[in-house]
C-alpha cells in the first residue's frame, strides 16, 4: 500500500480578470512510497507549490482524496487535518519560515510541541546532525541562509514525520551549497525513514535525484 495517494484531486482558483476560475491542481492519480524520494520539476505557476500545500492540508481540494499513512486528509475536519500533518508530514519551506525571535533549538522544540511532545535530546540530536552543534543558541538573523536551511530541515523531522515535503528548499543557496544541502536532506530523509516529495526547477537539485517527475506527468493542469 502506498504511503501517500492522490486521487482526482482538483484545486481551482478566482482570477479578478477572468469570469471562469483557474484549473491549478487537476491529479487523477499518484502515488509515493515509503522510502521514495521523488523529485517534481516545473516552471513557475506550474502548480507545484499548489500540489504541496494540498498534501500538506494547508489548502482544502475542491474534489478528489489525499490519503497518507491510511488516513483520508480530505475526508476529516480542521483541528484533526492539524493534528495528523504535526504527525506524520514535515514541511521545508524555501523561505525558511524559522521564527526570529527563538534560537534553532527553540525552532526545533517548538515543533515538537504541535507533535509527538517535547524532546530536548532529539532535538540537539538533528541539529547536531545537520551540523549545528555549535549555532543551536543562534537566532536566525545570526545564521548564513544555509545554516539557516539546516535549522528548516532539522525542524521538519522533529516529529519523526512519514512524509517530508519539500518547495523549493534551495531558492536561497547558491548552486555549491545548493547541492551539498540536497544532499544532507535526502541522507537525513533515508536515516529517519521518511519518503521525499520535492518540487523544484533548479537543475542543481534535479541532477541529485535519481527520479525525477515532470509536474505535467501528473498534474493535467500543468501538460
Not at 548564513?144 to 525542524?155: F, K, L, P, T
Not at 512524509?163 to 547558491?174: F, K, Q, R, V
Not at 551539498?180 to 536515516?191: G, K, M, N, S
Request: proline share 4%.
Amino acid at each position: 500500500m502506498a504511503l501517500l495517494h492522490l486521487s482526482g484531486l482538483m484545486k481551482s482558483y478566482a482570477s479578478p480578470d477572468e469570469p471562469a476560475r483557474t484549473l491549478v491542481v487537476d491529479v487523477p492519480s499518484f502515488e509515493l512510497h515509503a522510502g521514495q524520494q521523488l523529485a517534481l520539476h516545473g516552471p513557475s505557476g506550474s502548480g507545484k507549490t499548489t500540489l504541496l500545500n494540498l498534501v500538506a492540508g494547508i489548502l482544502r481540494a475542491d474534489a478528489g482524496e489525499i490519503w497518507l499513512a491510511g488516513h483520508n486528509l480530505t475526508a476529516v475536519g480542521e483541528s484533526r487535518r492539524d493534528r495528523l500533518r504535526s504527525e506524520l508530514i514535515g514541511y521545508i519551506f524555501q523561505t525558511f519560515n524559522l521564527l526570529q525571535g527563538y534560537t534553532a533549538l527553540e525552532n526545533v522544540e517548538l515543533a515538537m510541541r504541535f507533535g509527538r511532545g517535547h524532546d530536548a535530546a532529539f532535538a540537539k540530536h538533528l541539529l547536531e546532525r545537520v551540523g549545528l552543534a555549535s549555532r543551536m543558541n543562534h537566532r536566525p538573523r545570526q545564521l548564513s541562509a544555509g545554516q539557516q536551511q539546516r535549522v528548516a530541515v532539522a525542524r521538519a523531522l522533529a516529529n519523526h514525520p512519514r512524509l517530508i515535503l519539500a518547495d523549493e528548499p534551495t531558492g536561497n543557496l547558491d548552486p555549491a551549497h545548493a547541492a551539498a544541502a540536497i544532499d544532507l536532506i535526502r541522507q537525513v530523509c533515508r536515516e529517519q525513514g521518511a519518503a521525499l516529495l520535492l518540487v523544484s526547477h533548479d537543475p542543481t537539485v534535479l541532477a541529485r535525484f535519481e527520479e525525477v517527475v515532470h509536474l505535467g506527468a501528473i498534474n493535467r493542469a500543468a501538460a
